[in-house]
């Protein structure tokens, strides 16, 4: 089990990241947005990792578009090279738990995903114990970083934050989020890869949200051989399955990123676009 620990700037100076590794600090995450507002790292990512700590950057969610959010999240950790822990949905207040922080965290994680992210999901108990479920049914692969002091979580996850008042050597401030569990690392999982092939059989493969003009729209494609050969929208359905040999149909659930990486896959396999079918 690795130890982790999270700090904001404002509330926590690290003086000595090597101390802090010294201490057995393994990954760290670090505040870099809020609501709509960049948040100062002071070169905290660059200085923690050149101490080997695992490095990620969390958002402090603010009422408002979800999506704007997620890719504030996703620029400010690109932008500090503080990508390999998952990048983090702090949800708390002035969020309480119930159907609009459920919703508001489903959109979030799932745009951190499409911006090819494996997206981590902060709150305390009572918080995930609303939330969690609709955000991993969603995005399955989400890391579930719960907070609760002086008790063991009731919710499934994988980062506890179990005290705000640590001490850690080569960290100035009043207290410091100590956190355990296995490093939540910004990697994607063996089950999102795409599904191998046999011989000239077909996969039929379904995917939401690849269409950017539409994002609930679902976005049907045709795997064949190893690549994406045509792909439509709903309506397209009949005009898709004409090209499935022998009637073999086998509906499987993408998610947008991974059906985005076979799309780019294909075309540098086929040196072409996948055929678009309208149906006609």
Not at 175 to 190: E, H, I, Q, W
Request: glycine residues 10%; neutral net charge; charged residues 25%.
């Amino acid at each position: 089990m690795a130890r982790g620990i999270d700090v904001y700037t404002r509330y926590q100076r690290v003086t000595n990241w090597h101390a802090v590794r010294s201490a057995g600090v393994e990954f760290c995450w670090i505040k870099v947005s809020d609501g709509t507002r960049k948040r100062r790292d002071k070169g905290y990512g660059a200085k923690a990792k050149a101490a080997t700590i695992r490095v990620g950057g969390y958002h402090y969610a603010q009422p408002g578009d979800p999506i704007r959010q997620a890719n504030l999240l996703c620029d400010r950790i690109e932008q500090l090279g503080a990508t390999d822990l998952a990048p983090a949905l702090d949800l708390e207040d002035p969020f309480t738990p119930g159907p609009t922080a459920a919703q508001f965290a489903v959109r979030f994680v799932r745009q951190v995903r499409a911006r090819g992210h494996r997206p981590a999901l902060y709150g305390n108990n009572s918080m995930l114990s609303v939330v969690r479920g609709p955000v991993v049914a969603a995005v399955p692969e989400t890391v579930v970083w719960v907070a609760r002091y002086g008790a063991d979580p009731t919710v499934e996850h994988h980062v506890w934050q179990w005290s705000s008042t640590g001490r850690v050597p080569g960290v100035s401030a009043s207290g410091v989020d100590m956190n355990k569990g296995a490093v939540p690392l910004n990697t994607r999982t063996v089950a999102e890869e795409p599904k191998p092939v046999n011989g000239d059989d077909d996969m039929y493969v379904a995917c939401q949200g690849l269409n950017d003009d539409n994002p609930e729209l679902i976005t049907y494609g045709l795997y064949s051989g190893g690549v994406l050969t045509a792909y439509g929208n709903g309506g397209e359905v009949d005009a898709l399955l004409k090209d499935v040999h022998d009637g073999k149909k086998i509906l499987d659930w993408m998610l947008p990123y991974t059906f985005r990486e076979l799309d780019r896959k294909s075309k540098a396999l086929i040196g072409d676009e996948p055929r678009r079918v309208d149906g006609s």
